[in-house]
């Protein structure tokens, strides 16, 4: 697609569900990142994939978060057991070159996430 | 742990002030980017800058990279309603991931 689409756009849930948000980079982009965004707050790094490297889990904050990504195309991050406080945006970006080579991040339009 | 401090954290002017927001760290960035986030969009990339010491220019917006490349800054002159937005910061260290800062909110009232 023309950008990177993430669904669903909107995810009520109840406390103590799972939830799976998906991630459609753009084609032949090779860095893939999610984010969480409380309201009105910056980005907080969960992880990162790079081509068929091992991706960097660093950022995420408990172990009821996993993310996966088949090759360079789609990604699910997957929250188990939700919480409240996991509500929030979350936003999933790719980049065609990795960072150090400066290359921009596009970003999708988020999945907003509220845990009831 | 790579943090970026951005400040003011809100902000809210005149339609045609100017007006300078900063983004610090204590480490040393290969590369500092800035975003603007505006209300249910994905952050949209402004600029990005690689040496130390350099100014860039970008219509009524100037951005500075710090000469140590541990710091930032965005001036906008004659600011409009139409730039409001969240304002961030993002920068790449040693590791691969672009770590944000949380952003300066920035309302321009006609």
């Known amino acids: 697609g023309a950008g990177v689409s993430q669904s669903p756009s909107n995810k009520v849930t109840e406390k103590g569900k799972d939830v799976e948000l998906r991630c459609d980079p753009i084609?032949?982009?090779?860095?893939l990142y999610w984010y969480r965004q409380r309201l009105g707050q910056g980005l907080e790094f969960l992880i990162y994939?790079?081509?068929?490297?091992?991706?960097?889990k660093s950022g995420l904050p408990s172990d009821r978060f996993s993310a996966e990504r088949t090759g360079e195309s789609v990604s699910t991050l997957t929250i188990q057991r939700t919480q409240q406080e996991d509500s929030a945006v979350y936003l999933c970006?790719?980049?065609?070159?990795?960072?150090?080579?400066?290359?921009?991040?596009?970003f999708g339009e988020g999945s907003r996430l509220t845990v009831l | 742990t790579q943090l970026l401090e951005q400040s003011p954290q809100f902000l809210s002017i005149q339609e045609g002030e100017n007006l300078t927001v900063y983004c610090n760290s204590s480490?040393?960035?290969?590369?500092l980017q800035w975003y603007r986030q505006e209300p249910g969009e994905g952050p949209v990339l402004l600029v990005t800058?690689?040496?130390?010491?350099e100014v860039k220019k970008l219509k009524r917006l100037t951005f500075q990279f710090g000469d140590a490349r541990k710091d930032s800054s965005l001036h906008i002159t004659a600011a409009q309603p139409g730039d409001t937005g969240l304002y961030l910061c993002?920068?790449?260290?040693?590791?691969?991931?672009?770590?944000f800062g949380k952003g300066t909110k920035l309302t321009v009232n006609p």
């Open positions: 970006a790719s980049s065609l070159v990795r960072p150090l080579n400066t290359g921009e991040l596009f």
């Open positions: 480490s040393v960035f290969s590369s």
């Open positions: 993002a920068g790449v260290s040693g590791s691969e991931k672009l770590v």
């Open positions: 084609s032949g982009h090779t860095a």
């Open positions: 800058v690689v040496t130390g010491g």
């Open positions: 994939f790079q081509g068929n490297s091992a991706p960097d």
